[in-house]
Nanobody, 124 residues
Framework: QVQLVESGGGLVQAGDSLRLSCATS????????MGWFRQAPGKAREFVAS????????YYADSVKGRFTISRDNAKNTVYLQMNSLKSEDTAVYYC?????????????????WGQGTQVTVSS
């Protein structure tokens, strides 16, 4: 069983930065890619960014391009989300997820495992 544990959330002001981490454990990790999603109160879960373990190809939602950066440390089986120039509309619970196969990276479907989420609150 794969376990994903997010950390790094918190309360910040608009314009500040945060770095989220997602540590994976539970097996010799051989997943295809990792993704970050977020869900604000009353809204559907939305894609933020994804990265392939092999090669490091990245994909971003338009709303975060140029502000967020996803990266991975294969040796540590950990994925990061560096969030800069945060806005109040970035406020949400952020989830990391793992998928074993390629596909529509922006869709929550196809991701096999999910973390418990970490709260990010940006005050304006």
């Amino acid at each position: 069983q794969v376990q994903l544990v997010e950390s790094g959330g918190g309360l910040v002001q608009a314009g500040d930065s945060l770095r989220l981490s997602c540590a994976t454990s539970g097996r010799t990790f051989s997943g295809h890619a990792m993704g970050w999603f977020r869900q604000a109160p009353g809204k559907a879960r939305e894609f933020v960014a994804s990265i392939r373990w092999s090669g490091g190809s990245t994909y971003y939602a338009d709303s975060v391009k140029g502000r967020f950066t996803i990266s991975r440390d294969n040796a540590k089986n950990t994925v990061y989300l560096q969030m800069n120039s945060l806005k109040s509309e970035d406020t949400a619970v952020y989830y990391c997820a793992s998928r074993d196969y390629p596909g529509r990276y922006a869709s929550p479907e196809g991701y096999n495992y999910w973390g418990q989420g970490t709260q990010v609150t940006v005050s304006s």
